[in-house]
């Protein structure tokens, strides 16, 4: 007996530590056919995508099934993110998620409605214990939504593992999703990575010229370059019966037949999700919306860098040596698109060259640094950029211009502004926003305290001192004051913020608490008249709203109904 729990315990640890991934255990969490419009790791804005996006015809309210035996350990509603989510744990270690759900089935709807009404907030977050909620392989837990910032109507699904790092679904099985079309090439980059690197006679990136040799062959017309320097590629891929453009699942370089660099989207963890803008040229993709994946890292800060592997720098030394350099991009299917460059090593004349640039403003990116002028100051923490880097910093009253919106930040940089010779009205009312170049002024979070404000902020750019003095403003969308609304299933009002946004919202019925969903999408306050708060004949409703510097509206009227 002993012997047999031992090899129990021995295939539950192997289960749970990767080393087996069952093929068969989950199941899909819709009946219909799996299309997907996103695929594991592809590369989103600040992140990696943590699961796959399964397409719902573009309907909502399809019913959405546990993918295995297990129990709900977690329920998040949220205006934004993943909306409105599930996640069950299964026996076996891994844990499913399921976002931008509409709703929820009717026990598990009735808890979470229990709790908002509890805490007076539509907002929440419940981890459940393992005997609260339990629920079978197939068993209909919620209904296919677009809730949170999701883009259009699909379920999210994940599966993480026991230390909560999300994996790609596809190594599970789901040998019903169909990808019979290969990646596309979409364009090849090549880098000098120091200041005596050149290629052609030139420093800097340059696009590299890609012939057609078959159907998912290309050959690049031959470079001549010395020094280190490094390629970036484009690439998407395409799934059968979809139009999307989704990511690749594997490249892999060679140099000279050896391997040289390697990505593979398996699993990362979130603590190494922003490391997506080390792996993408961020400046290109700030400038014209495209990400170049670079295949060349000086570190390997998540798992999708395959460690076995060099990091992808050539470095030409050797004068008329010749190279043949390979790059492979592959998706789950094994659908293969491949690119040969033939280089040769030879050190021309630099005809342009990067100017190198030194300022005040010298951040190294494993220390901390701090700078201060006129009432503005900034402090970047350890880790705060990839890499070491002279800042332009421009401190104006009451604003700074903080280096280029084209370069990233890893680790927040704290931004803080003294504001005490601002008159006490103008105090109240002030924020911090980040202006774009091209106009829109974005509110940013910040914490005020006593005459100063300070934000945590997460890129470069304009920052300067705003004022909102303007309340949100509050609409009926399908009702008038004193209107019977005894036919109707919703009350629905419009809200909207100008300068900061919504950042609170209280409404109410005869004096109690109502459930309002706010869908910032639309801009709209929702209540379902289902949840019984109305009583027969006349309703007096309340709605404030207050936005994120405290200027707050209050919108009444009467609401007649019979139930």
Same mark, same amino acid.
């Given at each position: 007996?002993?012997?047999?729990?031992?090899?129990?315990?021995?295939?539950?640890?192997?289960?749970?530590?990767?080393?087996?991934?069952?093929?068969?255990?989950?199941?899909?969490?819709?009946?219909?056919?799996?299309?997907?419009?996103?695929?594991?790791?592809?590369?989103?804005?600040?992140?990696?995508?943590?699961?796959?996006?399964?397409?719902?015809?573009?309907?909502?309210?399809?019913?959405?099934?546990?993918?295995?035996?297990?129990?709900?350990?977690?329920?998040?509603?949220?205006?934004?993110?993943?909306?409105?989510?599930?996640?069950?744990?299964?026996?076996?270690?891994?844990?499913?998620?399921?976002?931008?759900?509409?709703?929820?089935?009717?026990?598990?709807?009735?808890?979470?409605?229990?709790?908002?009404?509890?805490?007076?907030?539509?907002?929440?977050?419940?981890?459940?214990?393992?005997?609260?909620?339990?629920?079978?392989?197939?068993?209909?837990?919620?209904?296919?939504?677009?809730?949170?910032?999701?883009?259009?109507?699909?379920?999210?699904?994940? +599966?993480?593992?026991?230390?909560?790092?999300?994996?790609?679904?596809?190594?599970?099985?789901?040998?019903?999703?169909?990808?019979?079309?290969?990646?596309?090439?979409?364009?090849?980059?090549?880098?000098?990575?120091?200041?005596? =690197?050149?290629?052609?006679?030139?420093?800097?990136?340059?696009?590299?010229?890609?012939?057609?040799?078959?159907?998912?062959?290309?050959?690049?017309?031959?470079?001549?370059?010395?020094?280190?320097?490094?390629?970036?590629?484009?690439?998407?891929?395409?799934?059968?019966?979809?139009?999307?453009?989704?990511?690749?699942?594997?490249?892999?370089?060679?140099?000279?037949?050896?391997?040289?660099?390697?990505?593979?989207?398996?699993?990362?963890?979130?603590?190494?999700?922003?490391?997506?803008?080390?792996?993408?040229?961020?400046?290109?993709?700030?400038?014209?919306?495209?990400?170049?994946?670079?295949?060349?890292?000086?570190?390997?800060?998540?798992?999708?860098?395959?460690?076995?592997?060099?990091?992808?720098?050539?470095?030409?030394?050797?004068?008329?040596?010749?190279?043949?350099?390979?790059? =492979?991009?592959?998706?789950?299917?094994?659908?293969?698109?491949?690119?040969?460059?033939?280089?040769?090593?030879?050190?021309?004349?630099?005809?342009?060259?990067?100017?190198?640039?030194?300022?005040?403003?010298?951040?190294?990116?494993?220390?901390?640094?701090?700078?201060?002028?006129?009432?503005?100051?900034?402090?970047?923490?350890?880790?705060?950029?990839?890499?070491?880097?002279?800042?332009?910093?421009?401190?104006?009253?009451?604003?700074?211009?903080?280096?280029?919106?084209?370069?990233?930040?890893?680790?927040?940089?704290?931004?803080?502004?003294? +504001?005490?010779?601002?008159?006490?009205?103008?105090?109240?009312?002030?924020?911090?926003?980040?202006?774009?170049?091209?106009?829109?002024k974005n509110y940013v979070a910040a914490k005020l305290s006593q005459d100063r404000i300070v934000a945590q902020i997460?890129?470069?750019?304009?920052?300067?001192?705003?004022?909102?003095?303007?309340?949100?403003?509050?609409?009926?969308?399908?009702?008038?004051?004193?209107?019977?609304? =005894?036919?109707?299933?919703?009350?629905?009002?419009?809200?909207?913020?100008?300068?900061?946004?919504?950042?609170?919202?209280?409404?109410?019925?005869?004096?109690?608490?109502?459930?309002?969903?706010?869908?910032?999408?639309?801009?709209?306050?929702?209540?379902?008249?289902?949840?019984?708060?109305?009583?027969?004949?006349?309703?007096?409703?309340?709605?404030?709203?207050?936005?994120?510097?405290?200027?707050?509206?209050?919108?009444?009227?009467?609401?007649?109904?019979?139930?």
């Amino acid at each position: 007996m002993k012997v047999v729990k031992f090899f129990i315990f021995i295939f539950l640890f192997n289960l749970i530590h990767g080393q087996e991934i069952p093929k068969d255990y989950f199941a899909s969490p819709l009946d219909i056919p799996i299309i997907l419009s996103g695929t594991f790791g592809e590369l989103r804005n600040n992140h990696f995508h943590a699961g796959i996006d399964i397409k719902t015809q573009g309907r909502t309210g399809l019913p959405v099934k546990a993918s295995a035996d297990g129990y709900v350990a977690r329920i998040n509603v949220n205006e934004f993110g993943y909306g409105k989510v599930l996640y069950i744990n299964h026996p076996n270690g891994y844990q499913t998620v399921y976002a931008h759900l509409e709703s929820f089935s009717p026990n598990i709807e009735a808890h979470v409605k229990k709790l908002q009404y509890q805490k007076e907030s539509y907002v929440i977050q419940d981890f459940l214990e393992s005997n609260k909620i339990t629920v079978k392989k197939g068993e209909v837990i919620g209904y296919s939504g677009n809730s949170g910032s999701s883009g259009g109507p699909h379920v999210h699904f994940e +599966i993480r593992d026991s230390k909560a790092q999300p994996m790609n679904p596809l190594l599970f099985g789901f040998e019903e999703i169909k990808d019979n079309i290969p990646p596309r090439i979409n364009g090849l980059w090549v880098y000098t990575l120091d200041e005596n =690197s050149q290629v052609g006679g030139i420093q800097g990136r340059q696009r590299v010229k890609l012939n057609s040799t078959g159907e998912n062959t290309f050959k690049a017309d031959p470079i001549v370059a010395f020094g280190k320097i490094g390629f970036g590629v484009v690439t998407d891929d395409q799934l059968d019966k979809a139009v999307n453009r989704n990511g690749v699942y594997k490249i892999q370089t060679k140099l000279n037949g050896q391997p040289h660099f390697g990505l593979i989207f398996d699993k990362f963890s979130f603590g190494e999700t922003r490391y997506l803008n080390y792996l993408i040229d961020y400046g290109f993709a700030k400038e014209h919306k495209t990400k170049i994946q670079r295949l060349f890292s000086k570190k390997k800060p998540t798992q999708i860098f395959d460690t076995n592997v060099g990091n992808g720098i050539l470095n030409l030394s050797i004068p008329q040596a010749t190279y043949q350099y390979h790059i =492979s991009v592959e998706d789950f299917a094994g659908n293969k698109k491949e690119i040969l460059v033939p280089i040769e090593a030879d050190s021309l004349a630099i005809t342009k060259a990067v100017p190198s640039k030194t300022t005040p403003y010298h951040v190294l990116a494993n220390q901390p640094a701090a700078f201060e002028e006129k009432n503005v100051d900034v402090y970047f923490p350890k880790g705060s950029l990839y890499e070491d880097a002279y800042l332009s910093i421009e401190f104006h009253q009451n604003a700074v211009d903080l280096h280029d919106y084209k370069t990233p930040i890893h680790n927040k940089v704290s931004l803080g502004f003294d +504001i005490s010779h601002l008159p006490q009205e103008l105090k109240e009312k002030a924020y911090i926003a980040n202006v774009m170049p091209w106009g829109p002024k974005n509110y940013v979070a910040a914490k005020l305290s006593q005459d100063r404000i300070v934000a945590q902020i997460n890129q470069f750019g304009r920052y300067e001192i705003a004022y909102d003095k303007t309340p949100p403003t509050i609409k009926p969308k399908n009702f008038r004051n004193k209107q019977w609304m =005894s036919d109707f299933r919703y009350l629905i009002v419009e809200v909207d913020d100008e300068d900061t946004g919504i950042d609170s919202y209280r409404a109410s019925v005869n004096g109690k608490f109502i459930l309002m969903e706010y869908e910032y999408k639309d801009k709209t306050l929702t209540y379902d008249f289902n949840d019984g708060i109305f009583q027969d004949g006349k309703n007096e409703l309340k709605i404030v709203v207050r936005d994120k510097v405290g200027n707050t509206s209050t919108f009444e009227a009467e609401i007649y109904r019979k139930n």
